[in-house]
C-alpha cells in the first residue's frame, strides 16, 4: 500500500524554495522515513544540503513531475499541481520551445515574448477554424474558435475576458481575437463590418494608449467590445464599451513616460500643409506632453502611425471636417497647457498675459471668446444663499483648474469618439447573438497606490469572484456527467473583500460621503475607514502612517495612499470655463458639453438650485442627476452593468503575464511571473482542480498507455474497462486516489507520476533484463573468439616447430648424399681414366684392319655401279619413247570428257542446292586445303632436301668417272665407249638443268602464291583497322553530339523553365482576376436573389438541391471502326472478338497489322530484285552467245530461285497468321492484362528473332557467293597449273605436231574457262550490287524501325498505345488517300465507259422499238430516285430546331439534365448535341441564333452551377462538357492549327460563316470558374478527412502510443451533438479520392484535367497535413513521423495504379515528407544538424525550427531535442534553400490550370441521341 512518505526516496526530485530563483530543483539523495527531521538532497550543481522538515512550518517539498509531463500544453495534465510545477513548465515552454501560449484548464496563459512572432497570419486563422480548443497548441485563436463554436452550437452569448499587467499583451491579444472574429465571420454583404471592427483599434489606441515604464503601448482604460452575428453567425455590428480613462495622464506623466499617442502622432504631422492652421511644432515644446522626457518610443513612427489613424477614421465614416475639429481640439489642448499663468505680488492672485501665442491659438482653436477664458482660468464664481461672488484665484488654483478644464475636454472627447465609433459599427439587423472581448487592467500594486489603482483591483476583485464561481461549476459539471460523487470543494471566496469596498458605509459609501461634505479631506475619510472598518478581516491599518490603508485583496496586500482621493473621485470642473466652452462657435466642440454631459460643479454651490438672486438674471440650471454623480459611484455602475452582461454569457479566459520588466524578448523572471500568476487566479484554478481529481484519462487511452503493467490474463479480457478497473486495484490500494467515471478514469494529483514511475520500472526493469542478455552475449562471442585465436595460435606454433624440426632431418639426410655423390665422382673418374686408355688402343688396332678389307669393297662396287648406270639408261630410253605416245592419247579423251564435266558443272553451279553443298562442306574443305598445303610444304622441303643429296653423291660420282675414264684412256686410249660415256653425263647434266629450272619454278610460283595472300591478309589487316577507327571516330562524334545535346538541352531547359514559370505566373494572375470576377458576380446575383425574394417573398424559402447520383458503370470506348483497320484479318479478329475487346487490344492488333505490311513491301521488293536479275541473266545469255542447253540451265537456275523465294514468303506468312491467331485467342478468352502484356512482348520477340535470322540468312549467302566465286578460280587455275605441270613433268620428245596441236588445244580451253569465269564474275557483281540495295534498303528500314522502337520504349504505357494509334491513322489516312486516287481514276474509267455506253444506248435506241425505249427510261428514272433516298440517309452531323424551341433545349439539355441520365451514352453528348445546333445556325448564317444559343448555354450552366455549388459530380459533369464545346469549336473553326488531326470528313465539317474566337474565351474563362469551383468542392469534402486519416488514424497499429493528456478531448471543448472529432481512416480518404477520380473518368473528363486536380487536391492534403502538424505538440514524435511515412507510400501507391504518379504531382508532397523524415532522424550532434539543413529542402526555417521545438517524446528513453541542437540549426539555417519565412503552408493557393487542346475522333454524323433525353424537336441534317 501506498504511503505519503514512499515516494521520498532516493532519486525522488523535489522543489524546494529559492530566494532568487522562487523555487529550485533537488534530487534526494537518501530515503526519507517518517519522523526523519532532515531531507538529504542534491541540487543541480552537484552540491549536497539538508533541508529541514518540520510539522508545521517546513514540510516535506513539492515532488517533481516526470520529464515526460514537462512542457505540456497543458497544466492540468501535470501529475503534481502545485506552484513550482506550473511555474516550471510555463518557463520550459517559453525559453526552450519559444511558446507563449499554454493552457490551465479553461484559462489561456499568454506570456508576451516581447518579439513579433509569425503565428497570427490568415493561414494560422484557416488551421484553426472549425478545430476543436484541445485539438491544437494553445492559441488565442483556439479561444476564440471554441467562443464562436459554442456560440452557434448552444445559441448563447459569449465572452473572452483578457486581463494583465500593464504590458503584458492584453491589448494584442483583444486585437487578434477580434481579427479571428472578422475573419471567421465575415459579413454576409458589402457592409464590411469586419473591416469596421478592426479599424476601431488604431483609432482607441491613439486616443487611449500611452507609452509607460513598463509597456510602450498600454492601454489606460478597460474596453467591452460586443461583436454582433446573425442567425447565420456573419458579422452584423459592433459595440463599445469603456471603463476608467486615466485622465490624470493628459496633464502629468511620470519619468521615461509619455503621454496619449495623438499627441505625438499629431506634433510629428504638424508640416503637414492642412495642419498649419493648428501651430503646431516639435512634441518637445509642449508642457502636456514632454513632462516624461522622452517623446520618442524605438521602433514606432508616429507620423506613420497617424496616417493609419486618420484612414482608420474615414474607414468609420468620420467626415473630414470631423477629423479636422478632432485635432483642433486636441491641439487646444496642448496649447492650453503651455498658457503661462503669471502670480500676483499678493500671492493670492494671478493673471494671464494677452499677448500669450498660446492662449490665442487655444481660442481660435475652440471658437470661444479670448477675453473671457482669459478672465475665467484667473477667477471663480462662489455662489451663496443670497448672492454671487466673483474670487480670484492663486497661481497654483488657476494651474489645477487649468489642468481640470484639459482632462475634462479630453475626457469629452475621448466619449465623442467612442459614441461614434458605436455609430458607425451599429446595424439595424437584428442581432441573433453576441461574442464580447473585455480587454481591462489586470490586479496592480506599485510603491505608491492611488485611487485609480483601488478602483482597478476592485474591478479585479469582481472579476475574480466570477472566474472562481465559473471554474467551480465547470468541475462540478464534469463530475456530474461523468458520474462521479461529488465532494464539496474548499476554494477562496472573496466575498468579505467585495463587500469591504462596495457595501454600504463601505469604503466607496464613505469616499461619497466625504465628498458631499462641504469642507471634506482625505485625513478625515482616512479617519472615517479607521474607525468603521479595523475589525474587518480585509482591511489593516499601517503602523507608521495615518494617511493611508490597506486592502487585503485575493492576490495581495496593497497599500493605499490617501492623498488625493476626493479630488480624483469628484473630478471638479468649474461650470463657467464649460459655459465658455458650450458658446463656441465650432458645432462639435459646443455638442461636446451638452447639458447631459455637463460635470458637477464645486461643492459649494450644491444649494444654489433653490435660490434666485436676482429677478433680472435667469436662475443657474440645476445640475442633472448624472452631473452629481462621483467617478466612484459610476464605476460602479458600470462594473455592475459588466458583471451582469458577464454573468449572462459563457466565459473564456485569457490571463496574459509578463516574463520581465526590461522587455528582453524570451526573457523570463520566475520571481515577476509567480507574482503575476497569483494575481491573475491561474494557481487559484490549479488548486481548485488539485483539490479534486485533476487527471483524467479516457479508458483506452489508459489501456494502452499502461498495458505494459498488466498480465497475460487480463489482457486477454475484451472489455478494456474491467482490465482498468483490475490493474488499478491492484496498484492502487487507496479506493479516494481514483474514481471510476462513464467514459474516463480520474486520479488524485500525484497518482499518474506514481503510475509513471510504476511504468519506468517495469521498463528500466526489461531493459537491464535486454541489457543482461545481450551484454552475456557479446561477452560469450568474445570468448568464443579469444578461444579461436588461442587454437589458431597454437596450431600455427605447433606447425613452427614442426617444420623446423623436418628441416632439422631434411639438411641430415641432404649432407649425406653430397658426401656419397662426391665420393663415387672420385672413384668413377679414376675407372674412366683407366677404360678410356683401353678404348683407345682397341680402336687403333680394329681400324687398321677394317681400312684394308674396305678398299677391297670398294674397287668391286665401283665395277658393278658402271655396269648398272649403262643397262637402266638403255631400258629408260624404250620405256619414255611409249609413255609419250599414251600420254597424247589420254590428253584427247580426257579433253573431250573435261568439256562435258565443265557443262555439267556449270548447271550445278547455278542451283541452290549446289550452293549450299558447297556451303556445308566449305569450310572442312577450307581445312583440308589448308592441310594439305602445309603437307605438300612439308614434302617439298624433304624433296629439296634429297636433291641436294642427290646433287652431291652425282658430282662425287661424276669425279670418280673422270677419274676412272682418265685412267681408261691411259690404259686403253680413245674409243667408242667414251663418246658414249660422254653422251650420256651431258644428258644427265641437262636433265639436272631441267629439274633445277622446274624447281625454281615451283619455288617461284609458292613464293607468289604466298606473297598474295600476305598482301591478302594485310589488306584485310588494313581495313580492320580503318573499320575500327571509322567505329572510334563515329563513336566520338556521338559522344561529342550527345555532349553538345545535353549542353543545348540544358540550356533549352533551362530557358524554357523560365518561360514555363512566366506563363504560369501569368496564367495564376489572369485565374486569379477570374476568380474574382466571379465571386463578384456570385455577390451580384446573391443581392438580386434577396431583393426578388423580400420583394414577392418574404419568408424563409429554401431551394431544392439537386443530390447527384452514382457514377456509371459503362465502359464506352470512342474507338471506331476506321480506326481498327481495313484488312481482312483485322476486321474478322474485331469480329469475333468484339469492339470492347478490340478496343482494348487495339494496339497490339496494330502493331500485327504493321508487321504484315512490312513483310508484304519485303516481299514486293524482293520480286523486283528477282525480276531484275532475271533481266541481267537474260543480257548475259545474249552476249555470250553460249548454246541452248547453257540458257536453259539459267532459266532452270531462276525458276528455282524464284520458287524458293516465294515458298520462303509463304512460310513467313503462315506464321505471322498462325502468331495473330494466337493472340486473337487469347484476346477473345478474356485475359487480363497482364496475359496480354506477355503475348505482346512473346509476339515481339518472335519478330525480332525473325528480322535477325533473315538478317542471317542474307549475310550467309552473301559470304556462300564470294567464296564459291574464289575457290572457282582457285579451282581453274590450279586445274589449269597441274595440267602444265604434269605435261612439263612428263615432257618427252614428241612431233612438233603433236605439241602445236596439244598447245591450240590448251590455249582454246584457256579462253573458253577465261570466258566462263568473266561471264560468272559479272553475274556474281550484278547479283553482289543487288544484294548491296537491298542491305541498304533493309538497314534503313532498321534504323526507322529502331528509332520507332527507342521511342515507344521511352513512352509510358499509355503513351504507346497513342503513339501506335497516331501511326496506325497516318497508315489509314495514307491508303485513303491512295484509295481517293484509285476512286478519282475509277470515277474516270467509269465516266468513259458511261459515256461509251450513252453512245451504244442511242444506237441500240435507234435500232429498237419504241416500246424498248419507255422501260429502259422508267427504269432509269427510278435508279436515279433510289441514289436521292440514299443521299438523304447521309447525315451531315448538324441538328435544327425552331428558334422558339431554345428554351425547351437549354432546359432539357442543360438545367434539367443529370449526369446519370446520359451516363451509358457517349461521354460529353450535351456538348456534341450543342455543337451540331450551332454548326446547323453557322450552316444557314444564322448570326443572332448562334450569339443566343451560346449566351443562353453560358448563362444556363452558371445558373445549374450556382444551384449545384456543393456537388462534385454535377461540377465535374459540366467541366468535361464545358471543356469539349470549347474543344469542338476549336477543332471545327477551319483553323488549320486545330485541323492536323482532323479526318477529311470532319474538316467539311468546320464552320463556314462565324469566327466564334471570342465565344471560344468565354467558354475558357467559365471552364476556369468551374474549374476552380470543382477544387472547392473536393477540397471541402476532404477537409474533415485529412487530419484524421493523415495524422490521427492508427495506420500501423503497433506504433500507437499514448502521452498523458490535459485539455485534449474533454467534453467541455466538443461537439456534443455530433459526438466528437469524425474517425476518418486513410482507406476512406484514398477511397474518396478514387471517387473523385472514378466519376471525371465516366464524365469523359480530358485526363490532362484530371492530373491537375489530383495535383492540387494532394497539395492540400499536405498543406492541411503540415499545418496541422505545426501546431499540434502531441503528433511531433517519432511514431507520428513512420504512421506519416505510411500514409505517404499508400498515396503514392494509389497514384501508381491510376497512372498518375508524375513528379509534379509527388513534389507537393514533398514538405510532409521531408517533415514526417524530420521527425525520425537523429537530433543530436553537428552531423546531424548538418544532414537536417541538406534533407529539408522543401521546409522553411521556421517550419524545421517549430517542428525541432514541437518534438515531444512519447517515453522516458527517448530523448527531447536539446536546445544547443535547435541553436546550432537556427545558425546553418540562414544559407538555406528554402529561405520563406512563412510558417504554415497556404492552404488557398492554387496551380494555375491549363487546358490543353485534345481534338474528338468521333464523327458528328454518327451520333445517336437518346429518347430519354426528350429532344424530338431536333431534327438531324
Known amino acids: 500500500m501506498t504511503t505519503e512518505y514512499e515516494v521520498y526516496c532516493k532519486y525522488t526530485r523535489v522543489w524546494i524554495p529559492d530566494p532568487d530563483e522562487v523555487w529550485r530543483s533537488a534530487e534526494i539523495i537518501k530515503d526519507y522515513k517518517d519522523g526523519d527531521s532532515i531531507l538529504h538532497l542534491k541540487l543541480e550543481d552537484e552540491t549536497t544540503t539538508e533541508y529541514p522538515i518540520g510539522p508545521k512550518h517546513n514540510q516535506l517539498p513539492f515532488l517533481r513531475n516526470p520529464d515526460i509531463l514537462v512542457g505540456e500544453n497543458d497544466l492540468t495534465a501535470l501529475s503534481y499541481l502545485h506552484e513550482p510545477a506550473v511555474l516550471h513548465n510555463l518557463k520550459v515552454r517559453f525559453l526552450e520551445s519559444n511558446h507563449i501560449y499554454t493552457y490551465c484548464g479553461i484559462v489561456l496563459v499568454a506570456i508576451n515574448p516581447y518579439e513579433q512572432l509569425?503565428?497570427?497570419?490568415?493561414?494560422?486563422?484557416?488551421?484553426?477554424?472549425?478545430?476543436?480548443?484541445?485539438?491544437?497548441?494553445?492559441?488565442?485563436?483556439?479561444?476564440?474558435?471554441?467562443?464562436?463554436?459554442?456560440?452557434?452550437?448552444?445559441?448563447?452569448?459569449?465572452?473572452i475576458i483578457v486581463s494583465g499587467e500593464s504590458g503584458a499583451g492584453k491589448t494584442v491579444s483583444a486585437k487578434y481575437a477580434m481579427r479571428f472574429f472578422a475573419t471567421v465571420g465575415g459579413s454576409a454583404n458589402d457592409t464590411n463590418v469586419e473591416e469596421k471592427v478592426l479599424a476601431s483599434s488604431p483609432i482607441m489606441e491613439a486616443i487611449g494608449n500611452a507609452k509607460t515604464t513598463r509597456n510602450d503601448n498600454s492601454s489606460r482604460f478597460g474596453k467591452y467590445i460586443q461583436i454582433g452575428f446573425d442567425r447565420r453567425y456573419h458579422i452584423i455590428g459592433a459595440n463599445m464599451r469603456t471603463y476608467l480613462l486615466e485622465k490624470s495622464r493628459v496633464v502629468f506623466q511620470a519619468e521615461d513616460e509619455r503621454n496619449?499617442?495623438?499627441?505625438?502622432?499629431?506634433?510629428?504631422?504638424?508640416?503637414?500643409?492642412?495642419?498649419?492652421?493648428?501651430a503646431l511644432t516639435s512634441a518637445e515644446d509642449f508642457t502636456f506632453t514632454s513632462l516624461g522626457e522622452n517623446i520618442f518610443i524605438e521602433g514606432v513612427n508616429d507620423a506613420k502611425d497617424f496616417k493609419k489613424t486618420r484612414e482608420a477614421f474615414m474607414l468609420l465614416g468620420v467626415k473630414e471636417s470631423h477629423q479636422m475639429s478632432i485635432f483642433k481640439i486636441i491641439?487646444?489642448?496642448l496649447h492650453l497647457g503651455n498658457v503661462e499663468i503669471c502670480s500676483e505680488r499678493d500671492g493670492e492672485s494671478c493673471r494671464i498675459s494677452r499677448d500669450d501665442p498660446h492662449l490665442q491659438h487655444f481660442s481660435d482653436l475652440l471658437g470661444i471668446e479670448l477675453e473671457q477664458m482669459e478672465h475665467w482660468l484667473c477667477h471663480r464664481k462662489l455662489v451663496t444663499s443670497t448672492e454671487t461672488y466673483v474670487k480670484n484665484m492663486s497661481r497654483a488654483q488657476a494651474s489645477n483648474a487649468r489642468d481640470a478644464l484639459a482632462k475634462h475636454i479630453y475626457a469629452h472627447l475621448f466619449d465623442w469618439i467612442?459614441?461614434?465609433?458605436?455609430?458607425?459599427?451599429?446595424?439595424?439587423?437584428k442581432q441573433h447573438s453576441f461574442i464580447g472581448v473585455l480587454d481591462i487592467y489586470g490586479f496592480e500594486t506599485f510603491e505608491i497606490n492611488s485611487f485609480e489603482q483601488f478602483c482597478i483591483n476592485y474591478a479585479n476583485e469582481k472579476l475574480q469572484q466570477q472566474f472562481n464561481s465559473h471554474v467551480f461549476k465547470l468541475e462540478q459539471e464534469e463530475y456530474m456527467k461523468e458520474q462521479i460523487p461529488w465532494t464539496l470543494i474548499d476554494f477562496y471566496d472573496n466575498q468579505p473583500c467585495i463587500d469591504l469596498i462596495e457595501a454600504k458605509l463601505g469604503i466607496l459609501d464613505l469616499l461619497d460621503e466625504e465628498c458631499k461634505v462641504p469642507k471634506g479631506t482625505d485625513q478625515n475619510w482616512a479617519q472615517k475607514l479607521y474607525d468603521r472598518h479595523t475589525s474587518s478581516e480585509h482591511f489593516q491599518k499601517p503602523r507608521m502612517s495615518n494617511r493611508s490603508f490597506i486592502v487585503i485583496h485575493f492576490a495581495d496586500k496593497v497599500e493605499y495612499q490617501c492623498d488625493g482621493f476626493l479630488e480624483k473621485n469628484r473630478d471638479t470642473v468649474y461650470e463657467e470655463q464649460i459655459n465658455i466652452l458650450k458658446a463656441s462657435k465650432f458645432q462639435l466642440v459646443a455638442d461636446l458639453f451638452q447639458d447631459g454631459k455637463d460635470v458637477a460643479a464645486p461643492p459649494s454651490s450644491s444649494k444654489a438650485s433653490r435660490i434666485k438672486v436676482r429677478a433680472a438674471i435667469p436662475a443657474p440650471k440645476a445640475p442633472n442627476r448624472e452631473h452629481r454623480k462621483t467617478v466612484g459611484h459610476q464605476f460602479r455602475s458600470s462594473l455592475h452593468l459588466l458583471m451582469e452582461t458577464l454573468n449572462a454569457t459563457t466565459p473564456h479566459y485569457v490571463r496574459c503575464i509578463k516574463p520581465n520588466d526590461c522587455k528582453e524578448a524570451f526573457s523570463f523572471d520566475s520571481r515577476r511571473a509567480v507574482q503575476q500568476l497569483r494575481a491573475c487566479g491561474v494557481l487559484e484554478t490549479i488548486r481548485i482542480s488539485a483539490a479534486g481529481y485533476p487527471s483524467r484519462w479516457t479508458y483506452p487511452d489508459f489501456f494502452n498507455r499502461y498495458r505494459v503493467l498488466m498480465k497475460k490474463t487480463d489482457l486477454a479480457i475484451g472489455d478494456k474497462k474491467l482490465v482498468c478497473k483490475k490493474l488499478l486495484e491492484t496498484l492502487i490500494k487507496d479506493p479516494d486516489k481514483f474514481q471510476f467515471g462513464?467514459?474516463?478514469?480520474?486520479?488524485?494529483?500525484?497518482?499518474?507520476?506514481?503510475?509513471?514511475?510504476?511504468?519506468?520500472?517495469k521498463f528500466r526493469s526489461a531493459c537491464i533484463k535486454i541489457q543482461k542478455t545481450v551484454r552475456g552475449w557479446l561477452q560469450r562471442i568474445r570468448y568464443c573468439k579469444i578461444l579461436k585465436s588461442a587454437i589458431t595460435l597454437q596450431r600455427y606454433g605447433r606447425g613452427f616447430l614442426a617444420r623446423r624440426y623436418a628441416e632439422h632431418l631434411r639438411l641430415t639426410r641432404a649432407a649425406l648424399i653430397c658426401q656419397k655423390q662426391y665420393r663415387m665422382v672420385h672413384v668413377r673418374r679414376e675407372y674412366l681414366r683407366v677404360r678410356k686408355a683401353v678404348v683407345t688402343i682397341q680402336a687403333f688396332t680394329r681400324g687398321m684392319f677394317i681400312r684394308r678389307l674396305y678398299f677391297q669393297f670398294l674397287l668391286h662396287h665401283k665395277a658393278t655401279i658402271i655396269q648398272k648406270a649403262v643397262r637402266g639408261w638403255l631400258v629408260r630410253k624404250k620405256f619414255m619413247r611409249a609413255r609419250d605416245a599414251a600420254i597424247v592419247i589420254q590428253c584427247a579423251y580426257r579433253r573431250l570428257h573435261a568439256k562435258r564435266e565443265l557443262k555439267q558443272l556449270k548447271i550445278e553451279a547455278r542451283s541452290v542446292e549446289h550452293f549450299r553443298k558447297l556451303n556445308t562442306g566449305m569450310e572442312n574443305k577450307i581445312v583440308q586445303l589448308q592441310r594439305k598445303m602445309d603437307d605438300q610444304s612439308k614434302e617439298y622441303k624433304n624433296q629439296n632436301e634429297q636433291m641436294v643429296v642427290v646433287n652431291k653423291t652425282l658430282n662425287t660420282e661424276v669425279n670418280k668417272l673422270n677419274k676412272e675414264l682418265e685412267v681408261l684412256r691411259s690404259r686403253q686410249g680413245s674409243g667408242n665407249e667414251l663418246t658414249s660415256l660422254r653422251e650420256e653425263v651431258e644428258n644427265l647434266k641437262a636433265e639436272l638443268e631441267e629439274a633445277h629450272v622446274q624447281r625454281k619454278r615451283l619455288e617461284e610460283e609458292h613464293s607468289s602464291e604466298k606473297h598474295e595472300l600476305e598482301q591478302r591478309v594485310k589488306e584485310l589487316e588494313r581495313e580492320n583497322s580503318l573499320l575500327k577507327e571509322q567505329k572510334e571516330e563515329m563513336n566520338q562524334r556521338i559522344l561529342s553530339q550527345s555532349k553538345s545535346s545535353t549542353d543545348q538541352e540544358l540550356s533549352v531547359s533551362q530557358k524554357e523553365a523560365l518561360l514555363q514559370t512566366e506563363l504560369n505566373e501569368e496564367r495564376q494572375r489572369y485565374q486569379n482576376l477570374l476568380k474574382e470576377f466571379t465571386r463578384l458576380e456570385q455577390r451580384y446575383d446573391n443581392l438580386q436573389e434577396e431583393?426578388?425574394?423580400?420583394?414577392?417573398?418574404p419568408g424563409h424559402r429554401r431551394i431544392p438541391s439537386n443530390q447527384s447520383s452514382l457514377g456509371s458503370d459503362s465502359n464506352y470506348t470512342s474507338i471506331s471502326m476506321s480506326e481498327v483497320g481495313d484488312t481482312e484479318d483485322s476486321i474478322q479478329q474485331v469480329e469475333e472478338m468484339g469492339l470492347e475487346k478490340a478496343a482494348m487490344d487495339i494496339s497490339l492488333f496494330m502493331k500485327l497489322q504493321k508487321r504484315v505490311r512490312e513483310l508484304e513491301q519485303e516481299r514486293k521488293r524482293l520480286q523486283t530484285n528477282l525480276e531484275k536479275m532475271e533481266d541481267l541473266t537474260m543480257r548475259k545469255g545474249v552476249e555470250s552467245k553460249s548454246s541452248t542447253s547453257e540458257g536453259d540451265s539459267n532459266v532452270d537456275y531462276n525458276i528455282l530461285k524464284r520458287q524458293e523465294l516465294e515458298s520462303e514468303n509463304k512460310k513467313l506468312k503462315n506464321d505471322l497468321n498462325e502468331?495473330?491467331?494466337?493472340?486473337?485467342?487469347?484476346?477473345?478468352?478474356?485475359?487480363?492484362?497482364?496475359?496480354?502484356?506477355?503475348?505482346?512482348?512473346?509476339?515481339?520477340?518472335?519478330?525480332?528473332?525473325?528480322?535477325?535470322?533473315l538478317e542471317v540468312r542474307k549475310e550467309e549467302v552473301l559470304v556462300l557467293r564470294t567464296q564459291i566465286v574464289s575457290n572457282s578460280k582457285q579451282t581453274e587455275t590450279s586445274n589449269h597449273i597441274d595440267s602444265v605441270s604434269a605435261w612439263t613433268k612428263n615432257k618427252k620428245p614428241v612431233d612438233n605436231e603433236e605439241a602445236l596441236q596439244a598447245d591450240h588445244e590448251l590455249r582454246e580451253s584457256k579462253k573458253l574457262l577465261e570466258a566462263q569465269l568473266q561471264s560468272q564474275t559479272r553475274q556474281y557483281s550484278d547479283e553482289l550490287e543487288a544484294l548491296h540495295t537491298q542491305i541498304e534498303l533493309l538497314r534503313n528500314d532498321l534504323e526507322k524501325k529502331q528509332e520507332q522502337l527507342s521511342q515507344i520504349v521511352a513512352l509510358s504505357p499509355e503513351d504507346k498505345v497513342e503513339f501506335s494509334v497516331q501511326l496506325e491513322i497516318t497508315r489509314l489516312t495514307n491508303e485513303n488517300l491512295d484509295m481517293k486516287e484509285m476512286v478519282e481514276k475509277l470515277d474516270k474509267n467509269e465516266r468513259k465507259l458511261k459515256k461509251q455506253l450513252r453512245i451504244y444506248m442511242k444506237k441500240v435506241q435507234e435500232l429498237e422499238a419504241s416500246q424498248t425505249m419507255q422501260p429502259s427510261r422508267s427504269r432509269g428514272e427510278l435508279t436515279r430516285q433510289v441514289t436521292v433516298q440514299r443521299k438523304e440517309k447521309d447525315f451531315e452531323g448538324m441538328l435544327e430546331y425552331h428558334k422558339d424551341d431554345e428554351a425547351l433545349l437549354v432546359k432539357n439539355l442543360i438545367t434539367d439534365m443529370k449526369p446519370n441520365a446520359v451516363s451509358a451514352t457517349v461521354p460529353c453528348l450535351p456538348a456534341y448535341i450543342l455543337f451540331m445546333c450551332i454548326r446547323h445556325a453557322d450552316y444557314i448564317n444564322d448570326d443572332q441564333k448562334v450569339h443566343s444559343l451560346l449566351t443562353a448555354t453560358i448563362n444556363a450552366i452558371k445558373k445549374v452551377l450556382k444551384r449545384n455549388n456543393n456537388d462534385f459530380e454535377m461540377t465535374s459533369f459540366w467541366l468535361a462538357n464545358t471543356s469539349r464545346l470549347l474543344h469542338c469549336l476549336k477543332q471545327y473553326s477551319g483553323d488549320e492549327a486545330f485541323m492536323t488531326q482532323n479526318t477529311p470528313k470532319q474538316n467539311e465539317h468546320c464552320l463556314k460563316n462565324f469566327d466564334l474566337a471570342e465565344y471560344r474565351q468565354v467558354l475558357s474563362d467559365l471552364s476556369i470558374q468551374i474549374y476552380q469551383q470543382l477544387i472547392k468542392v473536393a477540397e471541402a469534402i476532404m477537409q474533415p478527412m485529412i487530419v484524421s486519416a493523415m495524422l490521427e488514424s492508427d495506420s500501423i497499429p503497433s506504433l500507437a502510443a499514448v502521452k498523458p493528456m490535459g485539455y485534449r478531448n474533454r467534453s467541455s471543448s466538443m461537439d456534443c451533438e455530433s459526438g466528437g472529432p469524425g474517425s476518418y481512416t486513410l482507406e476512406v480518404l484514398i477511397r474518396q479520392l478514387g471517387q473523385f477520380y472514378s466519376i471525371m473518368g465516366d464524365h469523359g473528363l480530358d485526363p490532362e484535367i484530371g492530373q491537375q486536380v489530383i495535383r492540387q487536391l494532394f497539395y492540400s492534403i499536405n498543406a492541411v497535413t503540415l499545418n496541422n502538424l505545426l501546431l499540434r505538440k502531441d503528433v511531433c514524435s517519432w511514431s507520428t513521423g513512420m504512421q506519416l511515412r505510411y500514409n505517404i507510400s499508400q498515396m503514392e501507391e494509389w497514384l501508381r495504379g491510376r497512372n498518375q504518379h508524375r513528379q509534379e504531382t509527388v513534389d507537393t508532397m514533398l514538405p510532409i515528407i521531408q517533415a514526417a523524415q524530420l521527425l525520425q532522424v537523429k537530433k543530436k550532434t553537428s552531423q546531424d544538424a548538418e544532414a537536417i539543413c541538406s534533407l529539408c529542402?522543401?521546409?522553411?526555417?521556421?517550419?524545421?525550427?517549430?517542428?525541432?521545438?514541437?518534438?515531444?517524446?512519447?517515453?522516458?528513453?527517448?530523448?527531447?531535442?536539446?536546445?544547443?541542437f535547435i541553436r546550432d540549426i537556427q545558425n546553418r539555417l540562414p544559407g538555406h534553400v528554402n529561405d520563406s519565412k512563412q510558417l504554415l503552408a497556404d492552404t488557398k493557393h492554387t496551380f494555375p490550370v491549363l487546358f490543353p487542346y485534345t481534338p474528338s475522333q468521333l464523327s458528328l454524323e454518327t451520333l445517336h441521341i437518346p429518347a430519354s433525353l426528350s429532344l424530338d424537336f431536333l431534327n438531324r441534317v
Request: charged share 25%.
Open 118 to 159: 509569425h503565428i497570427y497570419g490568415e493561414e494560422v486563422i484557416n488551421a484553426y477554424s472549425g478545430q476543436n480548443m484541445g485539438d491544437m497548441d494553445p492559441h488565442i485563436f483556439a479561444v476564440a474558435e471554441e467562443a464562436y463554436k459554442q456560440m452557434a452550437r448552444d445559441e448563447k452569448n459569449q465572452s
Open 260 to 278: 496619449y499617442h495623438i499627441f505625438y502622432q499629431l506634433c510629428a504631422s504638424s508640416s503637414l500643409p492642412e495642419f498649419k492652421d493648428l
Open 331 to 333: 491641439a487646444s489642448i
Open 418 to 429: 467612442v459614441e461614434h465609433i458605436n455609430k458607425a459599427l451599429h446595424t439595424s439587423t
Open 742 to 761: 462513464k467514459t474516463k478514469i480520474f486520479f488524485r494529483a500525484g497518482q499518474v507520476a506514481y503510475l509513471e514511475k510504476l511504468r519506468a520500472d
Open 1091 to 1097: 431583393v426578388s425574394l423580400a420583394k414577392f417573398q
Open 1219 to 1253: 502468331l495473330r491467331k494466337a493472340v486473337a485467342d487469347r484476346a477473345s478468352e478474356g485475359n487480363s492484362s497482364n496475359e496480354l502484356q506477355e503475348s505482346y512482348s512473346l509476339l515481339l520477340g518472335q519478330l525480332k528473332a525473325a528480322n535477325e535470322e
Open 1737 to 1764: 529542402t522543401a521546409l522553411s526555417s521556421p517550419q524545421i525550427v517549430k517542428i525541432l521545438n514541437l518534438y515531444t517524446p512519447l517515453n522516458e528513453f527517448e530523448e527531447r531535442v536539446t536546445v544547443s
